[in-house]
């Protein structure tokens, strides 16, 4: 058998940098094989260094909600280069770019740029417990923030993957202040507050998750933990790195009728380079430094290259709100062809979307939480990931993940999809 580039490459990476990768999801340890080193992105398709041209559906994890390298995000690029790269210094762009974030989700009175989602969901849980003097926070079985210390308990995501949900290096001292609540079930997170009264800082959540596969917040579920925050005085934070801009131009707030106290942002923001953020209510976010004593910093935050893309990227959202309704049709289009295809496989396997974010699971079991999504059948995806790949359709290389429609996918990408979808599943079953 013919040994790829890719393969090539990967041997190589592997002596250099630990499992070949920057990011473990990418490694395809999940799914097995070797993972396709890729060369350019333009629209919706990749080529991978052995010139295989593949129709991408995670989009750099969800940042690339118009596709590889839109001409206007490039633009900004290419003009912003020209005055340099970074100067450690405060910009125009910066002000810019925090009041289009701003203007775009209410909730969003004040906002501080950080270089990733990470850093986005670290430095809001230590404002919420600035601001609060609290220790504790609620987080989701399930649910992923990023590899903040706090957050490796019970995550979702490349941890989940992994089958370390609770990461060694974590330590217990970190993880006391973790409490861990199930996801859509306000019972839950009720008997956490009444073991551990006026102890709780802060809740965060992923509204509509990404990372146990797309899940959704009941509307019942959201208003109550939105009312019960209030009541008891915790601050709610939606982590919005995956949902924010990519569900509307308002987020997973908009679409489920909920304000939080705090959001945090990534991915899309940076259209493509990286730029994470956190904002919310004024007199929370007034607590970090230098304005409050809550230290927080980052040498490239707010980066002129970065803030250009990422602002090219809001404003276009800005400018153009039709382009959710353009996802949502071209989404439930190939919602639609999957489940036909399902059907005609004879199976009952479940299907998750909210917008242009889904997760094909392979289990009979309505995915609701997690208990309810780990009864997928990881193997069975794993051979349908290379079924499809095969046939040159590039999905996330882990069950328990989103994927995601651009606006450059067209009709005509879909329909490959569908077809091959179809062709996958007799193949697999
Ligand atoms: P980053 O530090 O990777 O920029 O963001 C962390 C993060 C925080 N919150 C949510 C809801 C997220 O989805 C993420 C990161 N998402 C994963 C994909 N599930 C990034 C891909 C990867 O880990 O390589």
């Not at 750099?60 to 900004?76: A, T």
């Not at 923030?145 to 993957?161: C, E, N, Q, W």
């Not at 939606?238 to 991915?267: C, H, N, W, Y």
Request: hydrophobic share 40%; with cysteine; net charge neutral.
């Amino acid at each position: 058998m013919r040994i790829t580039k890719s393969e090539k490459l990967f041997e190589e990476a592997k002596k250099y940098i630990p499992g070949g990768v920057n990011s473990p999801v990418r490694a395809f340890k999940s799914v097995g094989g070797s993972p396709r080193f890729m060369s350019n992105g333009s629209g919706s398709k990749m080529h991978d260094v052995d010139g295989n041209e593949l129709l991408d559906y995670i989009g750099s994890w969800g940042p690339h909600l118009f596709g590889h390298n839109p001409e206007f995000i490039k633009d900004s690029l290419i003009k912003a280069i020209e005055n340099g790269t970074s100067f450690g210094a405060p910009t125009e762009i910066e002000i810019e770019m925090a009041k289009l974030i701003t203007e775009l989700v209410p909730s969003v009175e004040l906002v501080r740029m950080v270089n990733s989602g990470t850093e986005a969901t670290m430095s809001a849980v230590r404002a919420a417990r600035g601001y609060t003097g609290r220790e504790k926070f609620i987080k989701f079985e399930g649910c992923y923030h990023g590899h903040g210390d706090f957050f490796l308990i019970k995550a979702g995501s490349g941890a989940l993957t992994f089958g370390v949900p609770t990461s060694p290096g974590v330590t217990k001292g970190n993880a006391a202040d973790t409490l861990v609540a199930d996801f859509n079930d306000i019972n839950s997170v009720k008997k956490l507050i009444s073991q551990n009264k006026n102890e709780i800082a802060a809740v965060i959540i992923e509204a509509v998750v990404g990372n146990m596969g797309t899940v959704r917040a009941s509307d019942k579920f959201i208003k109550e933990l939105r009312q019960i925050c209030n009541e008891e005085k915790i601050i709610l934070i939606f982590d919005e790195v995956m949902t924010g801009f990519r569900l509307a131009q308002g987020g997973a707030q908009e679409i489920l009728g909920v304000k939080p106290d705090l959001s945090t942002f990534g991915k899309i923001i940076g259209g493509g380079l990286p730029v994470g953020a956190y904002g919310g209510k004024r007199e929370i976010m007034e607590m970090v430094s230098p304005s409050g004593p809550v230290y927080q910093a980052g040498t490239l935050s707010g980066n002129p290259l970065a803030m250009n893309a990422g602002y090219a990227a809001l404003t276009y959202i800005k400018d153009h709100p039709d382009v959710y309704k353009s996802l949502e049709q071209k989404s439930a289009y190939l919602e639609n062809g999957i489940k036909d295809g399902i059907k005609s496989a004879g199976k009952n396997y479940q299907f998750n979307r909210v917008g242009s974010m889904m997760t094909f699971f392979f289990t009979e079991e309505p995915v609701t939480d997690y208990n309810s999504a780990v009864t997928s059948d990881t193997k069975l995806y794993g051979r349908y990931f290379h079924e499809m790949l095969n046939r040159g359709i590039y999905l996330p290389p882990a069950q328990f993940e989103a994927m995601f429609v651009s606006t450059a996918h067209t009709i005509d990408d879909l329909d490959k999809s569908i077809n091959a979808n179809l062709e996958a599943l007799k193949a697999i079953v």
